[in-house]
DNA sequence: AAGGGTATCAACCGCTCGTAT
DNA sequence: AATACGAGCGGTTGATACCCT
């Protein structure tokens, strides 16, 4: 009814000048309309579409008849929220070609480049201009691969999604299941004591133990962007089997949890407000027992149940996001 | 419950590109 | 080589849904 009301003044608004074009109906496609056109597709295939537009008998463009079949009538269109699989796909996609989202959607099987555009625009846009980052920019593109995309990853069921991930090498390459792994990694990884290879954007940087556990923010969450050797196949497996953090933090500061909430919307179904990436190192004020003059009095698992603050199994220096953001603004834009 | 603000997404528009003539 | 036309792309708009006060 919505439709056919919304369809009817839309029509009726722009019905114009020339005969031709008040012949022509836009807005909403009605039942009726799908129909021809989906029996006319089934019957002479697709293309051509201006003349199908004449010869359905359907009042609307070529164009319009091609747009509606392509992002909608289509058999093979998904439907649905993406899933974060594709939305990690969609961004790793997206930094590497910009908005050429027909090319992006070629990698999205049953997604459409409209679809692709929207979640673009409304979901990723909006979180930057939360940030008040320009979301071109190199220092979004930072915070998308190393704080977003992990908890993508996150949210993904651990080793199965990073094998689907693997499996499917074009939606995501090789070098973005390390970079992601790689970052995932990092708290497993820094108890050892071999120099650990480090993958970001196709770069390899190569870390010591005691850099790993650095606070330095050089080091921390921006290590993740950098040096130019290559990685080989064993050091890859390498960092896909480590598993990511179990952990949540609370009680930390209202700025950073206004930080991280704008963050963990970005997926609204990837992780509530307590969602927050996983201190790394620590402050020593928040080791003591305080951040940002709130106690840390620990962490709460996935399951609800409370663990004690351990520097050793954290993942997220809480102020490295800060850091983080605020030295990709200083040298991003 | 009402009203205002915001998010979402289908659809349109203008432009470019490729191909046929 | 020039022109016309169809197809496709990316940006934008507008209607509706949803959320918050």
Not at 22 to 47: F, K, M, N, Q, V
Not at 150 to 163: A, E, F, I, N, V
Not at 177 to 188: G, H, T
Request: proline share 4%; charged share 20%.
């Amino acid at each position: 009814m919505r439709e056919i009301m919304s369809s009817f003044s839309k029509s009726a608004s722009t019905s114009t000048s020339s005969e031709n074009d008040s012949e022509l109906r836009r807005g909403p496609w009605t039942l009726e309309e799908d129909t021809l056109l989906i029996h006319y597709i089934a019957r002479h295939g697709e293309g051509r579409w201006n003349l199908l537009a004449k010869r359905s008998g359907l009042k609307r463009t070529g164009k319009s008849c091609r747009l509606r079949w392509l992002n909608y009538l289509k058999p093979d269109v998904k439907r649905g929220n993406l899933t974060p699989q594709e939305q990690i796909s969609i961004l790793e996609l997206h930094s590497k070609w910009g908005n050429r989202w027909s090319k992006i959607a070629q990698h999205l099987p049953g997604r459409t480049d409209n679809e692709i555009k929207n979640y673009w625009r409304t979901r990723v846009q909006k979180q930057a201009r939360h940030l008040k980052i320009d979301a071109n920019s190199t220092a979004f593109q930072d915070v998308i691969r190393c704080f977003w995309m992990p908890r993508l990853l996150q949210k993904m069921d651990g080793s199965s999604s990073l094998s689907m991930l693997s499996q499917n090498s074009a939606l995501v390459s090789g070098q973005s299941l390390q970079q992601y792994s790689a970052i995932s990694a990092l708290p497993q990884v820094s108890s050892q004591q071999e120099p650990i290879d480090i993958v970001s954007a196709g770069n390899i940087q190569r870390f010591d133990h005691h850099e790993l556990n650095s606070s330095d923010s050089e080091h921390g969450a921006t290590s993740c962007i950098s040096s130019s050797e290559s990685m080989n196949i064993s050091q890859i497996s390498q960092f896909s089997d480590y598993p990511t953090s179990p952990f949540h933090v609370t009680n930390s500061s209202a700025d950073y949890n206004t930080f991280a909430k704008d963050f963990c919307q970005f997926d609204n179904t990837c992780c509530d407000m307590e969602t927050i990436p996983q201190p790394e190192n620590m402050p020593a004020a928040a080791a003591a027992g305080e951040y940002f003059g709130n106690p840390v009095r620990g962490f709460q698992m996935e399951d609800n149940s409370w663990v004690e603050y351990d520097l050793a199994d954290s993942m997220w220096n809480i102020d490295e996001l800060w850091q983080f953001k605020n030295s990709s603004l200083e040298k991003g834009t």
